[in-house]
């Protein structure tokens, strides 16, 4: 007697194998409308739905969920049909590539976009899909980037003056000052330093830190400069939040005019307002504008590169799961100060 479709269903999800199935040469478009999902469309809706929810990090879930929606709507892929994802080859996902470069996107999101798509298959393969990996590398190959990435670093000198450009008379001053140091002597991405808990800035044998959660839920400790951990302390003790350990650490002021003066709210800064307050401070110390929040981040890891840390331990001061990623973020700025452009003379 066959297994009813509940029994099929209540087995290990494994997709079937597409063995029976013949090369796709017509475009995605022309495939046959099915009415009804089938079984193996459900597999592939759970499927997806797992490689989501592998990473705990809502931001990466999103990121990736759009990636890999994009690729099904310029594949004609109806979502409640992802059965047809069986028949996916590597032209269509060559095809996909070439459309993003019209649409003038840059070499590191189209990157990133394949990337998405090939860990999707590859955890398909992992659930019990046999075919091949289309977005695999062997078949599409994805655009270049640079070695160093596009953010641009800050010299010694315009992080000096973007660290005192803050005013310590008054309280936001006090507090802005504090979060310029710890995003320039940290390194930590601006999402972590808005998420960041007053209880979080603690001592923890003989030095100051800060407990940061990462990208993916990471956890870690990351030691202060004296002169962030300095500033620290001083804005805690200006805004009198030091008694809410579980409170955020950087707050927008009571009133938008009054500087803190009239106290601040208990809610956390968001990464606009941090991002807005540098690009303020940016313009007003005449920087080039292509400096960022982020920028503190690469100017800190490609300072302690030039001074000597090692990229291993450089890459657990960033939080990166992968060395290569931390290469990226590190400027040579010796290297540009050495070129032969200099020596030519005509």
């Known amino acids: 007697m066959a297994p009813s479709r509940e029994e099929n269903l209540s087995r290990k999800h494994v997709l079937p194998c597409p063995t029976s199935l013949q090369p796709v040469t017509a475009p995605a478009e022309a495939l046959p409308e099915v009415a009804f999902p089938s079984e193996l469309d459900l597999r592939m809706t759970e499927a997806l739905e ?25 594949a004609r892929i109806p979502s409640d049909h992802l059965g047809r994802l069986v028949q996916v080859r590597p032209h269509q996902v060559a095809a996909w590539r070439d459309a993003l470069r019209v649409q003038a996107l840059t070499n590191s999101s189209i ?17 019990g899909y046999c075919g091949a990996n289309p977005a695999h ?9 640079p070695r160093d990435g596009k953010t641009m670093a800050l010299s010694p000198e315009d992080c000096r003056r973007l660290l ?22 940290s390194a930590c991405r601006v999402g972590e330093v808005v998420a960041l808990r007053v209880g979080d800035f603690r001592a923890s044998g003989g030095h100051k830190i800060l ?12 030691p202060l400069h004296p002169e962030a951990f300095e500033r620290l302390e001083a804005w805690i003790q200006v805004a009198g939040i030091g008694a809410d350990a579980g409170g955020p650490l950087c707050r927008p002021p009571l009133s938008a005019r009054g500087e803190g003066k009239d106290g601040f709210r208990r809610q956390a800064l968001t990464r606009r307002a941090v991002q807005f307050l540098v690009a303020r401070n ?13 920028s503190f981040r690469v100017t800190a890891l490609t300072t302690a590169r030039e001074r000597g840390a090692d990229v291993i331990d450089l890459q657990d001061f960033a939080g990166h799961a992968d060395p290569r990623t931390t290469l990226t973020y590190i400027r040579s700025r010796d290297r540009l100060s050495k070129s032969p452009a200099y020596v030519l003379k005509y």
């Open 282 to 294: 940016v313009k007003k110390l005449g920087l080039e504008a292509a400096v960022t929040v982020h």
């Open 211 to 222: 407990e940061v959660y990462g990208k993916g839920g990471k956890e870690r400790r990351v």
């Open 164 to 185: 005192n450009a803050p005013d310590p008379a008054t309280p936001v001053g006090v507090r802005d000052g504090a979060l310029f140091a710890v995003l320039a002597f």
């Open 137 to 145: 590398s062997d078949f599409v190959e994805a655009p270049a980037v």
């Open 50 to 74: 797992s490689w989501l929810v592998r990473t705990p990090s809502l931001n990466t879930r999103e990121n990736y969920a759009l990636d890999v929606n994009q690729f099904l709507d310029f």
């Open 111 to 127: 990157r990133r976009k394949l990337t998405a798509l090939r860990s999707f298959f590859s955890f398909l393969q992992t659930y």
